[in-house]
């Protein structure tokens, strides 16, 4: 009998441990990479050659409001977008460190991005803020302004 009320409670606790799923109406829907004109964003990810140790990771997290729903392992991929202008949201990680700031881009047809980020680190090694812009790769130069992001204490932002 003790084990059919410790399974039926492990059962019960573990069905409040899920997370909320991401609204559908949330999500960012990449175009495809074959339609005419796409552009792209490349996240930027430094291996500092250090073992069991974290990267410095500058990728999109968000566009127009909407999050893009690629997972730590698929920062390495391309994020697609339609010419015009829109909002980006760009994020850091790095360990327990992150930082997201917003960018308007300007997106041309056919366009190729890569997403920067510089941070100050304090004396102890922490990271106090960074700053976010994104480069046009074929130019080689930055085709926005400056944002700079806050530590936001291991929370993703609620304002994309």
């Known amino acids: 009998m ?3 009320v410790w399974m039926l409670a492990t059962i019960s606790l573990a069905s409040c441990a899920t997370a909320p799923q991401l609204p559908e109406e949330l999500k960012y829907v990449m175009p495809s990479e074959s339609e005419v ?3 792209k964003i490349a996240a930027t990810l430094i ?4 073992p069991l140790f974290d990267h410095d990771n500058t990728y999109v997290y968000a566009v127009d409001g909407k999050q893009v729903m690629l997972g730590r392992k698929q920062w390495d991929q391309p994020v697609f977008i339609r010419p015009g202008t ?3 949201t760009l994020g850091f990680e790095k360990g327990v460190y992150m930082f997201f700031a917003k960018v308007r881009l300007e997106v041309s047809e056919s366009g190729s991005y890569s997403a920067k980020s510089a941070c100050k680190k304090g004396a102890f090694g ?3 803020y960074c700053d976010f812009w994104i480069v046009d790769t074929t130019k080689g130069t930055a085709i926005t302004e400056v ?3 806050a530590y936001s204490r291991g929370q993703h932002p609620l304002n994309l």
Do not use: L, M, P
């Open 2 to 4: 003790k084990y059919w």
């Open 37 to 39: 004109g796409i552009a």
């Open 126 to 128: 922490d990271f106090q």
């Open 147 to 149: 944002a700079r992001g």
């Open 47 to 50: 291996d500092d050659k250090v």
């Open 86 to 88: 829109h909002d980006v």
